[in-house]
């Protein structure tokens, strides 16, 4: 709470333990008093509002989208106040970039993160053609990572035949990929032929998320 009159105090996190509490019939409750900004109680109210239990992954990422553009927060200074690894919160961040189809069906419980977190390497309306074959054919997350795979393949190399439901599987380009973007919490894109050339491509979604990835491996200007 912080002190916004006298004896008066205003709840910045814990609401839903307050009503519970009164609920309960308790008289006192044990509690936090802070010195706070208007804005540092907007940040402490909303971090308490993203790890709500009853709150689906797109609106977490909302929310953790709010605190990086609002307040200027890392994703690891996201990770220590929500008690999240990095890379799950980097994660959350870049389903952002579904498609507003594929989102909903997210939202619906249609797919789950596994099978969102493949689609982000495709253009959305190439992700809506594939989450349709998904929830028909009711595909694990490996086998889409598989479909994904190969689909990224033939179009580097001009495969004309966009139809997912006709596409080679490559299971080792997939879990490969796979591992990388797990490991750095980026969107992975491998592109690899027979010969042995090939090309990886790593996505951003916010210039705070590529400057993070380049203190990591030492490639900062400053």
Known sequence: VREVADSRYEIIAGERRYRASKLAGLDTIPVVIRTLSDEEALAFALIENIQRKD???????????????????????????????????????????????????????????????????????????????????????????????????????????????KIKKDPDISRLEEFVADTIGMTVNIKHNKSGYGKLTISYSSVDELEEFLSKVNLTNS
């Open 55 to 165: 709150l689906n992954v797109i609106e977490e990422a909302i929310g953790y989208k709010r605190l990086i553009d609002e307040f200027g927060l890392t994703h690891e200074m996201l990770a220590k106040v929500t008690g999240k690894s990095r890379s799950n919160v980097s994660n959350t961040l870049r389903l952002l970039n579904l498609s507003e189809y594929v989102t909903s069906k997210l939202i619906d419980n249609l797919i789950d993160m596994g099978h969102a977190r493949a689609l982000l390497s495709l253009p959305n309306e190439v992700q809506d053609e594939f989450v349709d074959l998904i929830i028909k054919n009711k595909s694990t997350t490996a086998e889409v990572e598989k479909m994904v795979a190969a689909y990224l393949h033939d179009q580097q190399f001009g495969i004309k035949d966009k139809n997912p439901s």
